[in-house]
């Protein structure tokens, strides 16, 4: 199967596992990018990126994810800190399951490189996203999203999937609609992710949604 799935979250690691997409195809796997704009300038600069040598760093604090939450890791109980970040540029990213940066660095490496190689071979690269795991408030919520479905221009094979509520829909043909999050309410657990957000429902809809080749 000619797919790269890559999410913010570890939602991508959980689409690819019951389509075997295997080994590993991507550098994301298993990952958080706590910036959603971080995760924005991924995806529409996806070419720049995936070009950068990756190095091993510290969490920034002056980061919307650092100024929001007042936390340089991301806070859960069944996560242990600090774990590793990789920087591939400014691009921070968080590898909240591992605990070695050196291992995690040499597979981070190990993947870009699969990944190069089957770019060059034509893969479905689908990037997803969910309103529920916008880790950041943002004052404009359209303007992110609408960042998110920036039309790609280059020679990638690009798609873009985004779970939202009706509120939200910009009528692009892979806006999936949730009803039952209209007017839903936005708090936040300890976590600093909208309490309902449900990963487990997330990865049954894109699973339904996404077309795969």
Do not use: A
């Not at 959980?14 to 075997?20: A, E, H, S, Y």
């Not at 960042?147 to 990638?156: A, E, H, M, P, S």
């Not at 910009?170 to 657990?189: A, M, Q, S, T, V």
């Amino acid at each position: 199967m000619n797919n790269i799935i890559i999410s913010n979250t570890c939602v991508g690691q959980f689409i690819m596992k019951p389509k075997n997409i295997l080994p590993y195809n991507n550098p994301f796997i298993g990952s958080l990018i706590p910036n959603d704009k971080d995760y924005i300038n991924l995806i529409n600069n996806f070419d720049y990126y995936i070009k950068l040598e990756p190095k091993i760093g510290l969490p920034r604090e002056d980061s919307m994810f650092y100024n929001q939450t007042k936390n340089s890791y991301y806070q859960h109980t069944q996560i242990k800190v600090p774990y590793p970040i990789v920087y591939l540029g400014d691009l921070e990213i968080h590898f909240i399951h591992e605990n070695n940066s050196d291992i995690c660095l040499e597979k981070f490496k190990r993947r870009l490189l699969r990944l190069n190689t089957l770019i060059k071979d034509k893969h479905n690269i689908i990037f997803t996203l969910s309103f529920s795991e916008l880790i950041n408030e943002h004052v404009d919520k359209e303007q992110i999203i609408n960042q998110f479905f920036t039309k790609y221009i280059g020679n990638l094979n690009i798609k873009k999937y985004f779970i939202g509520p009706p509120e939200y829909f910009n009528n692009d043909e892979n806006y999936i609609i949730i009803d039952e999050w209209k007017n839903i309410n936005l708090d936040r657990n300890s976590s600093h992710i909208y309490k309902f957000n449900n990963q487990n429902n997330l990865i049954k809809i894109f699973l339904n949604k996404i077309t795969f080749i």
